[in-house]
């Protein structure tokens, strides 16, 4: 039998599933809600935490009515330049005091302050900056990337970055993915996509912790309830979904729910490890399109 050493994790820990939104903007940047109305709005939703993520600036949240969420502190960043001439932009949480670095600092300068002076950050939506795997690949140690972006679908259709994440897991990036709405509320662009996380309690440290560990899922509606790995079979179970994919970022190797031949739905689905497996990502996907994404299952 291989050896999981990665994301399956989560799904059999002692703990609660806690839902957040980690990249929002308020009208202390370019959002069109005061903090909070962005609090209200994603209480209302029962949503357990959230960032408030303003550019190049850390807005205090701790006068606000948190109405039984979580707030982590966090700032989105930019700077830098990628191949097709976008800057980067990296969202970084747990952030205590406003990060600066200088006006022409590199991508990896911009990554190592966001480092240095939080608890983690990560590359925001690659498909909208037109990120390229050289890009990525040339920035120092990191969470990973954004596989969804709500305000990037539905503002210019480029809301998801699976092709981007694939391509660096293949050259051997031990990265993970991250959903998130990055919510400016100039069109409906609030509880689209949100990142679901396994802790043991409810606070800024525990889901910060959680979050570092890779103890949380994606998604942009359906629910994954379990992974498992025993004696070569990989086990999916989940929400009605009409399709469920183990892609294999390297070539060739993968497997879906289609070739167990029926069309679905699924709640539920089986699959042999094959040798070849260093490392597989889970994808399940809804009647409406909807996607969940697991964290990369590395294989020894
Ligand atoms: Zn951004
Ligand atoms: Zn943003």
Known sequence: ???????????????????????????ESDGQ???????????????????????????????????????????????GQGELGQHYH???LGVREPISFAADATAQQVMEAATARSELCFVAHPSWSSLTYRDLLSLPDHLGIEVYNTTCHHGIG??????????LLARGQRLLGLAVDDAH??????????????APERSEAALLTALRQGHFYSSTGPTIEMLESEEDRLYVKCSPVQEI?????????????????????????EFAVR???????????????RVAWSNPIWFV
């Open 185 to 198: 509320l100039h069109y409906p662009d609030a509880i689209g996509g949100w990142v679901m996380v396994k």
């Open 158 to 167: 480029r809301g998801e970055s699976a092709v981007q994440w694939d391509d």
């Open 33 to 79: 809600a005061s903090p909070q109305q962005l609090v209200d709005i994603y209480a209302e939703n029962a949503y357990d935490f959230l960032a408030i993520t303003d550019h190049m600036r850390l807005t205090d949240t701790t006068g606000l009515e948190a109405r039984g969420m979580v707030l982590i502190p966090g700032s989105e960043l930019h700077g």
């Open 275 to 289: 040798e070849a497996w260093e490392v597989v990502r889970v994808e399940v996907v809804d009647a409406r399109g």
């Open 90 to 92: 990296v969202v970084a």
């Open 245 to 269: 994919r183990v892609i294999c970022p390297k070539p060739g190797h993968g497997s879906t729910s289609y070739r167990l031949g029926r069309p679905g739905p699924f709640t539920e689905a």
């Open 1 to 27: 039998m291989k050896a999981v050493v990665g994301m399956i994790a989560p799904f059999s820990l002692a703990g609660e599933w806690y839902k957040g939104n980690l990249h929002t903007h308020s009208t």
